[in-house]
């Protein structure tokens, strides 16, 4: 069965670290990957999506990830992060055979001022 | 900009009742999805569908029903409600086609004693 799985389940950092957040996925074929956010009290938002092109996509709030097709992998970056970027951080996968979305179990992020 | 509107934020129910969730959104989305978040486990798909009259089995859609008459709608009916029902459900839309994302409403946080 298809899977995503995100590494860290609970990171902290403080204001102007750096950050990395992991996530892999188990299939051979075409996928198109997302990062969703959810900020406190608020809905999931879309952080940023990879479905062909340029491996290194750019999103919102200063965030990239990189699509490394030989690791299935998909990890989020920030070179600095902020106290407002305390969220909860979730991995999507969708396959190219299905219409289902396939979600990562989340990574929450403090970041402490 | 989309506007997903889950019918209550906040509800509470007793075992046995029948409930039902309401989800409208606004921007004429073929897709929609009804998931269940909880702690640890990320979003898991309960149905979704393609277009009006239209459904697919998720993951999890033992104890739950939908119902899509109108393209705008998506209805989630729990026919007999159970506590390890009590979860926060998320509703969601998107355009046809897997690269598209989903849009997510602000979810129903529901409880059955």
């Known amino acids: 069965a298809q899977s995503v799985s995100q590494h860290n389940h609970h990171v902290i950092l403080s204001e102007a670290a750096s950050l990395e957040l992991g996530c892999n996925y188990s299939?051979?074929?075409?996928?198109?990957l997302f990062w969703y956010v959810q900020y406190p009290g608020q809905h999931l938002q879309l952080l940023l999506k990879y479905f062909s092109g340029d491996p290194l996509v750019k999103g919102i709030k200063g965030f990239e990830a990189e699509f490394i097709k030989s690791k299935f992998s998909f990890n989020l970056r920030k070179p600095s992060v902020q106290w407002s970027d305390t969220a909860e951080y979730f991995c999507a996968v969708n396959t190219a055979n299905t219409g289902k979305l396939i979600f990562g179990q989340g990574t929450t992020l403090q970041v402490k001022p | 900009d989309v506007k997903v509107t889950q019918s209550s934020r906040y509800l509470v129910k007793r075992t046995g009742e029948k409930v039902f969730l309401e989800c409208v959104q606004d921007m004429d989305h073929e897709n929609m999805f009804w998931y269940r978040q909880d702690p640890g486990l990320g979003l898991r798909l309960i149905y979704f569908?393609?277009?009006?009259?239209?459904?697919e089995k998720g993951d999890i859609p033992e104890g739950y029903s939908v119902s899509r008459e109108k393209k705008e709608r998506f209805s989630l009916i729990l026919e007999s409600a159970s506590t390890n029902q009590t979860s926060m459900y998320l509703c969601?839309?998107?355009?046809?086609?897997?690269?598209?994302?989903?849009?997510f409403g602000d979810g129903t946080r529901l409880s059955i004693l």
């Open positions: 569908s393609y277009d009006v009259k239209m459904k």
């Open positions: 299939y051979g074929g075409t996928v198109n």
């Open positions: 969601a839309s998107r355009l046809t086609g897997g690269h598209q994302p989903q849009h």
